[in-house]
Protein backbone atom coordinates (compact mmCIF):
# COMPACT_ATOMS: atom_id res chain seq x y z
CA UNK A 1 0.00 0.00 0.00
CA UNK A 2 1.31 3.02 -1.32
CA UNK A 3 0.54 5.73 2.06
CA UNK A 4 2.09 8.81 -0.13
CA UNK A 5 -1.25 8.82 -1.81
CA UNK A 6 -4.59 9.63 0.31
CA UNK A 7 -7.57 8.45 1.03
CA UNK A 8 -11.20 9.30 -0.61
CA UNK A 9 -14.04 9.63 1.91
CA UNK A 10 -17.04 9.94 1.37
CA UNK A 11 -19.73 10.86 4.18
CA UNK A 12 -23.03 10.40 3.33
CA UNK A 13 -25.42 13.41 5.21
CA UNK A 14 -28.81 11.43 4.58
CA UNK A 15 -27.54 7.81 5.47
CA UNK A 16 -29.47 6.10 8.56
CA UNK A 17 -30.69 8.41 11.40
CA UNK A 18 -28.22 11.05 9.39
CA UNK A 19 -25.58 10.31 12.15
CA UNK A 20 -22.95 10.27 9.38
CA UNK A 21 -20.99 13.46 10.02
CA UNK A 22 -21.18 12.64 13.82
CA UNK A 23 -19.48 9.28 13.23
CA UNK A 24 -16.80 11.12 10.95
CA UNK A 25 -15.64 13.24 13.54
CA UNK A 26 -15.09 10.29 16.05
CA UNK A 27 -12.69 8.86 13.29
CA UNK A 28 -11.06 11.96 12.17
CA UNK A 29 -9.02 12.91 15.25
CA UNK A 30 -7.69 9.03 14.72
CA UNK A 31 -6.88 9.64 11.33
CA UNK A 32 -4.77 12.43 11.98
CA UNK A 33 -2.75 11.06 14.90
CA UNK A 34 -1.38 8.43 12.36
CA UNK A 35 -1.15 10.87 9.40
CA UNK A 36 -3.32 9.74 7.23
CA UNK A 37 -3.58 11.87 4.58
CA UNK A 38 -7.30 12.40 2.93
CA UNK A 39 -9.42 13.70 0.72
CA UNK A 40 -13.42 14.55 2.55
CA UNK A 41 -16.66 14.79 -0.03
CA UNK A 42 -19.87 15.15 1.73
CA UNK A 43 -22.33 13.22 -1.23
CA UNK A 44 -24.71 15.93 -2.00
CA UNK A 45 -27.54 13.07 -3.99
CA UNK A 46 -28.34 9.86 -4.81
CA UNK A 47 -25.56 8.18 -6.96
CA UNK A 48 -22.44 11.42 -6.73
CA UNK A 49 -20.23 8.46 -5.03
CA UNK A 50 -20.84 6.29 -8.29
CA UNK A 51 -20.77 9.30 -10.38
CA UNK A 52 -16.76 10.27 -8.70
CA UNK A 53 -15.77 7.03 -8.67
CA UNK A 54 -16.23 6.10 -12.29
CA UNK A 55 -14.59 9.20 -14.12
CA UNK A 56 -12.04 10.63 -11.51
CA UNK A 57 -8.52 10.01 -11.93
CA UNK A 58 -7.79 7.61 -8.99
CA UNK A 59 -4.28 7.51 -9.57
CA UNK A 60 -3.46 9.45 -6.40
CA UNK A 61 -5.70 7.20 -4.30
CA UNK A 62 -5.13 4.24 -2.46
CA UNK A 63 -8.39 4.05 -0.32
CA UNK A 64 -11.74 5.04 -0.73
CA UNK A 65 -13.76 5.18 2.98
CA UNK A 66 -17.61 4.90 2.85
CA UNK A 67 -19.34 6.60 5.80
CA UNK A 68 -22.88 5.70 5.01
CA UNK A 69 -24.94 2.36 5.54
CA UNK A 70 -24.45 -0.71 3.35
CA UNK A 71 -25.75 1.61 0.29
CA UNK A 72 -22.78 3.63 -0.40
CA UNK A 73 -20.13 0.72 -0.22
CA UNK A 74 -22.29 -1.28 -2.95
CA UNK A 75 -22.56 2.41 -5.04
CA UNK A 76 -18.58 2.66 -4.63
CA UNK A 77 -17.70 -1.18 -5.41
CA UNK A 78 -19.37 -0.77 -8.67
CA UNK A 79 -18.39 2.07 -9.35
CA UNK A 80 -14.93 1.07 -9.26
CA UNK A 81 -15.59 -2.34 -10.85
CA UNK A 82 -17.61 -0.87 -14.08
CA UNK A 83 -14.23 1.04 -14.54
CA UNK A 84 -11.72 0.31 -17.47
CA UNK A 85 -8.87 -0.12 -15.69
CA UNK A 86 -10.16 -2.45 -12.86
CA UNK A 87 -7.94 -5.09 -12.30
CA UNK A 88 -5.66 -2.46 -11.31
CA UNK A 89 -7.13 -0.48 -9.36
CA UNK A 90 -8.17 -3.78 -7.65
CA UNK A 91 -4.75 -4.02 -6.41
CA UNK A 92 -4.09 -0.63 -5.74
CA UNK A 93 -7.58 0.84 -3.49
CA UNK A 94 -8.72 -0.60 -0.86
CA UNK A 95 -11.96 -0.11 0.52
CA UNK A 96 -13.12 1.08 4.44
CA UNK A 97 -16.43 1.95 6.16
CA UNK A 98 -17.55 3.34 9.24
CA UNK A 99 -21.01 2.86 10.59
CA UNK A 100 -23.13 5.88 9.56
CA UNK A 101 -26.16 4.63 8.87
CA UNK A 102 -28.98 2.52 9.82
CA UNK A 103 -27.97 -1.55 8.08
CA UNK A 104 -23.93 -1.88 8.84
CA UNK A 105 -23.68 -4.99 7.84
CA UNK A 106 -20.17 -4.23 6.10
CA UNK A 107 -18.55 -2.14 8.88
CA UNK A 108 -20.09 -5.21 11.66
CA UNK A 109 -18.18 -7.75 9.78
CA UNK A 110 -14.92 -6.08 8.97
CA UNK A 111 -14.57 -5.19 12.75
CA UNK A 112 -16.00 -8.78 14.08
CA UNK A 113 -13.85 -10.16 12.01
CA UNK A 114 -10.57 -7.79 13.40
CA UNK A 115 -11.88 -8.69 17.36
CA UNK A 116 -13.08 -5.37 17.39
CA UNK A 117 -16.21 -3.31 18.38
CA UNK A 118 -18.19 -2.17 15.69
CA UNK A 119 -17.50 1.57 16.51
CA UNK A 120 -16.49 4.47 14.25
CA UNK A 121 -13.48 4.40 16.58
CA UNK A 122 -12.57 0.84 15.84
CA UNK A 123 -12.97 1.21 12.06
CA UNK A 124 -10.97 4.55 11.39
CA UNK A 125 -8.21 2.51 13.71
CA UNK A 126 -8.27 -0.54 10.67
CA UNK A 127 -8.01 2.38 8.37
CA UNK A 128 -5.27 4.04 9.52
CA UNK A 129 -3.40 0.76 10.60
CA UNK A 130 -4.10 0.01 6.99
CA UNK A 131 -3.69 -3.84 7.04
CA UNK A 132 -5.95 -5.47 4.33
CA UNK A 133 -6.98 -8.57 3.40
CA UNK A 134 -8.52 -9.71 0.23
CA UNK A 135 -12.45 -10.35 0.12
CA UNK A 136 -14.89 -12.23 -2.49
CA UNK A 137 -17.29 -9.87 -4.51
CA UNK A 138 -20.46 -12.08 -5.86
CA UNK A 139 -21.56 -11.14 -9.72
CA UNK A 140 -25.01 -11.09 -10.17
CA UNK A 141 -26.28 -10.78 -14.08
CA UNK A 142 -29.14 -9.77 -15.33
CA UNK A 143 -30.32 -9.21 -18.39
CA UNK A 144 -29.67 -5.64 -18.31
CA UNK A 145 -27.30 -5.19 -16.06
CA UNK A 146 -24.68 -6.95 -14.17
CA UNK A 147 -23.94 -5.77 -10.76
CA UNK A 148 -21.18 -6.76 -7.61
CA UNK A 149 -22.42 -7.38 -4.09
CA UNK A 150 -20.65 -7.67 -1.34
CA UNK A 151 -23.37 -8.57 0.75
CA UNK A 152 -26.47 -10.04 -0.17
CA UNK A 153 -29.40 -10.85 -2.31
CA UNK A 154 -32.85 -11.26 -0.57
CA UNK A 155 -36.32 -11.74 -1.65
CA UNK A 156 -39.52 -12.86 0.05
CA UNK A 157 -39.01 -12.26 3.86
CA UNK A 158 -35.80 -10.54 3.66
CA UNK A 159 -36.24 -8.20 1.11
CA UNK A 160 -39.92 -7.40 2.15
CA UNK A 161 -38.23 -6.19 5.67
CA UNK A 162 -35.48 -4.18 4.16
CA UNK A 163 -36.93 -2.47 1.68
CA UNK A 164 -40.26 -1.94 3.16
CA UNK A 165 -38.84 -0.30 6.26
CA UNK A 166 -37.30 2.51 4.53
CA UNK A 167 -39.60 4.96 5.21
CA UNK A 168 -38.37 3.92 9.32
CA UNK A 169 -34.66 5.11 8.39
CA UNK A 170 -35.07 7.51 11.43
CA UNK A 171 -35.31 4.61 13.53
CA UNK A 172 -32.33 3.73 12.73
CA UNK A 173 -31.33 0.10 13.44
CA UNK A 174 -35.06 -0.36 15.04
CA UNK A 175 -36.69 -0.26 11.30
CA UNK A 176 -35.65 -3.66 11.06
CA UNK A 177 -36.74 -5.04 14.36
CA UNK A 178 -40.25 -3.42 14.13
CA UNK A 179 -41.00 -4.07 10.59
CA UNK A 180 -39.45 -7.41 11.00
CA UNK A 181 -41.96 -8.37 13.52
CA UNK A 182 -44.62 -7.10 11.26
CA UNK A 183 -43.96 -9.24 8.17
CA UNK A 184 -42.96 -12.06 10.52
CA UNK A 185 -46.49 -11.89 12.15
CA UNK A 186 -48.08 -11.54 8.49
CA UNK A 187 -46.24 -13.78 6.31
CA UNK A 188 -46.65 -13.47 2.66
CA UNK A 189 -45.45 -16.50 0.14
CA UNK A 190 -44.00 -16.03 -2.96
CA UNK A 191 -43.09 -18.02 -6.04
CA UNK A 192 -39.81 -18.22 -7.61
CA UNK A 193 -37.05 -20.61 -9.52
CA UNK A 194 -33.97 -21.42 -7.55
CA UNK A 195 -31.37 -23.32 -9.74
CA UNK A 196 -34.46 -24.21 -12.09
CA UNK A 197 -36.39 -25.85 -9.43
CA UNK A 198 -39.67 -23.67 -9.09
CA UNK A 199 -40.79 -23.18 -5.48
CA UNK A 200 -43.00 -21.34 -2.54
CA UNK A 201 -40.69 -19.27 -0.34
CA UNK A 202 -41.47 -17.86 2.60
CA UNK A 203 -37.96 -16.96 2.87
CA UNK A 204 -34.77 -16.66 0.44
CA UNK A 205 -31.35 -15.00 1.58
CA UNK A 206 -27.73 -15.27 -0.40
CA UNK A 207 -25.21 -13.71 1.75
CA UNK A 208 -21.85 -13.11 1.34
CA UNK A 209 -20.81 -11.76 5.08
CA UNK A 210 -22.40 -13.10 7.78
CA UNK A 211 -24.15 -10.28 8.99
CA UNK A 212 -26.99 -8.68 7.43
CA UNK A 213 -27.08 -5.94 9.56
CA UNK A 214 -25.37 -4.88 13.00
CA UNK A 215 -27.20 -7.02 15.45
CA UNK A 216 -28.06 -9.74 12.76
CA UNK A 217 -26.17 -12.55 12.49
CA UNK A 218 -27.43 -14.47 9.82
CA UNK A 219 -25.67 -16.53 8.14
CA UNK A 220 -22.61 -17.53 10.46
CA UNK A 221 -20.76 -20.14 8.25
CA UNK A 222 -20.18 -17.19 6.04
CA UNK A 223 -16.68 -16.55 5.32
CA UNK A 224 -15.56 -13.00 3.39
CA UNK A 225 -12.89 -15.13 1.31
CA UNK A 226 -13.79 -18.86 0.98
CA UNK A 227 -15.12 -18.38 -2.48
CA UNK A 228 -18.45 -19.38 -1.36
CA UNK A 229 -21.98 -18.37 -0.99
CA UNK A 230 -24.09 -18.85 1.76
CA UNK A 231 -27.95 -19.32 0.45
CA UNK A 232 -30.32 -20.02 2.97
CA UNK A 233 -33.92 -20.52 2.44
CA UNK A 234 -37.31 -21.74 3.81
CA UNK A 235 -39.74 -23.21 1.57
CA UNK A 236 -43.84 -23.12 2.28
CA UNK A 237 -43.23 -24.68 5.76
CA UNK A 238 -45.76 -23.82 8.66
CA UNK A 239 -45.89 -19.85 9.67
CA UNK A 240 -44.31 -20.30 13.40
CA UNK A 241 -41.18 -21.55 11.95
CA UNK A 242 -40.26 -18.54 9.89
CA UNK A 243 -41.10 -16.68 13.38
CA UNK A 244 -38.83 -18.65 15.61
CA UNK A 245 -35.92 -18.56 13.21
CA UNK A 246 -35.89 -15.08 12.71
CA UNK A 247 -35.79 -14.34 15.99
CA UNK A 248 -32.64 -16.16 16.56
CA UNK A 249 -30.77 -14.46 13.73
CA UNK A 250 -29.83 -11.81 16.26
CA UNK A 251 -26.92 -14.13 17.86
CA UNK A 252 -27.08 -16.55 14.71
CA UNK A 253 -28.54 -19.62 16.54
CA UNK A 254 -30.54 -20.62 14.01
CA UNK A 255 -27.83 -22.34 12.89
CA UNK A 256 -25.73 -25.36 13.97
CA UNK A 257 -22.69 -26.00 12.99
CA UNK A 258 -20.53 -28.89 13.72
CA UNK A 259 -16.36 -29.27 14.56
CA UNK A 260 -15.64 -29.52 10.85
CA UNK A 261 -17.26 -25.95 10.35
CA UNK A 262 -20.47 -27.55 8.43
CA UNK A 263 -24.26 -26.77 9.27
CA UNK A 264 -26.69 -29.48 10.37
CA UNK A 265 -29.59 -29.42 8.53
CA UNK A 266 -32.69 -27.93 10.75
CA UNK A 267 -36.11 -29.49 9.31
CA UNK A 268 -37.39 -27.14 5.95
CA UNK A 269 -34.80 -25.15 6.44
CA UNK A 270 -32.23 -25.27 4.16
CA UNK A 271 -28.52 -23.82 4.04
CA UNK A 272 -26.37 -24.39 1.23
CA UNK A 273 -22.96 -23.22 0.80
CA UNK A 274 -22.47 -22.90 -3.40
CA UNK A 275 -19.94 -21.68 -6.15
CA UNK A 276 -22.83 -20.35 -8.08
CA UNK A 277 -26.88 -19.76 -8.35
CA UNK A 278 -29.57 -19.28 -10.44
CA UNK A 279 -32.77 -17.19 -9.52
CA UNK A 280 -36.13 -16.19 -10.77
CA UNK A 281 -38.59 -14.34 -9.04
CA UNK A 282 -42.47 -14.54 -10.34
CA UNK A 283 -44.08 -13.17 -7.80
CA UNK A 284 -43.97 -9.50 -8.02
CA UNK A 285 -41.58 -8.61 -5.11
CA UNK A 286 -38.60 -6.91 -5.85
CA UNK A 287 -35.23 -8.31 -4.85
CA UNK A 288 -33.05 -6.44 -2.48
CA UNK A 289 -29.27 -6.52 -3.61
CA UNK A 290 -26.88 -5.10 -0.77
CA UNK A 291 -30.09 -3.81 0.58
CA UNK A 292 -30.68 -1.71 -2.23
CA UNK A 293 -33.74 -2.52 -4.40
CA UNK A 294 -33.67 -3.66 -8.15
CA UNK A 295 -36.79 -4.48 -9.69
CA UNK A 296 -37.91 -8.76 -9.88
CA UNK A 297 -35.74 -10.22 -12.61
CA UNK A 298 -33.60 -13.38 -13.41
CA UNK A 299 -30.30 -13.60 -11.76
CA UNK A 300 -27.46 -15.86 -12.55
CA UNK A 301 -25.17 -15.47 -9.63
CA UNK A 302 -21.24 -16.51 -9.31
CA UNK A 303 -18.17 -16.02 -6.89
CA UNK A 304 -15.49 -13.70 -7.95
CA UNK A 305 -12.91 -15.02 -4.93
CA UNK A 306 -10.53 -12.79 -3.10
CA UNK A 307 -10.95 -9.78 -5.50
CA UNK A 308 -11.57 -6.76 -3.05
CA UNK A 309 -9.07 -5.12 -0.63
CA UNK A 310 -10.66 -4.49 2.70
CA UNK A 311 -9.20 -2.75 5.55
CA UNK A 312 -9.18 -5.75 8.39
CA UNK A 313 -6.82 -7.60 10.54
N1 LIG B 1 -26.99 13.93 -0.07
C1 LIG B 1 -27.72 12.86 -0.38
N2 LIG B 1 -29.06 12.97 -0.50
C2 LIG B 1 -29.83 11.91 -0.80
N3 LIG B 1 -29.35 10.65 -0.99
C3 LIG B 1 -28.03 10.48 -0.88
C4 LIG B 1 -27.15 11.57 -0.57
N4 LIG B 1 -25.89 11.10 -0.51
C5 LIG B 1 -25.97 9.78 -0.79
N5 LIG B 1 -27.25 9.40 -1.00
C6 LIG B 1 -27.79 8.06 -1.25
O1 LIG B 1 -28.24 7.45 -0.04
C7 LIG B 1 -28.44 6.06 -0.30
C8 LIG B 1 -28.41 5.28 1.02
O2 LIG B 1 -27.15 5.16 1.51
P1 LIG B 1 -26.72 4.45 2.88
O3 LIG B 1 -26.63 3.02 2.74
O4 LIG B 1 -25.53 5.16 3.30
O5 LIG B 1 -27.88 4.82 3.91
P2 LIG B 1 -28.73 3.97 4.95
O6 LIG B 1 -29.82 4.87 5.38
O7 LIG B 1 -27.95 3.43 6.04
O8 LIG B 1 -29.25 2.81 4.11
P3 LIG B 1 -29.19 1.27 4.41
O9 LIG B 1 -30.32 1.05 5.29
O10 LIG B 1 -29.35 0.70 3.02
O11 LIG B 1 -27.90 0.89 5.00
C9 LIG B 1 -27.42 5.72 -1.39
O12 LIG B 1 -28.14 5.24 -2.50
C10 LIG B 1 -26.78 7.08 -1.75
O13 LIG B 1 -26.60 7.26 -3.14
Redo the contacts with the bound molecule.
Keep these: MDISKQLLIFV?????KGHALKEWNKAKPILDKFNVKYLVIM???????HEYLLKEDLSNVYGVVLV?????PH?AINALYARSDWEQISQSITIGVLPG???NAFAKTLTKLSQLECNSESCALLIAKGMTRQMDLILLEMPQKKVVSFLSLAYAFISEVDLGSESL?FLGGARFDIYGTWRALFQKKYQAKYNNQQMMFRYFLAQKIPYISDNYLSAPAAQIDDGLIDVQYLEDGDWSQLVKLSLKQYDGSHVEIDEQGNVKPKGNWKYEKVKEYTFEPITNCPLSID?ERYPPQPVKAKVLHKILKVFCY
Excluded: K, V
Excluded at 43 to 49: E, L
Design positions: NPASGTQYQNHCSGDGLEGSGRG
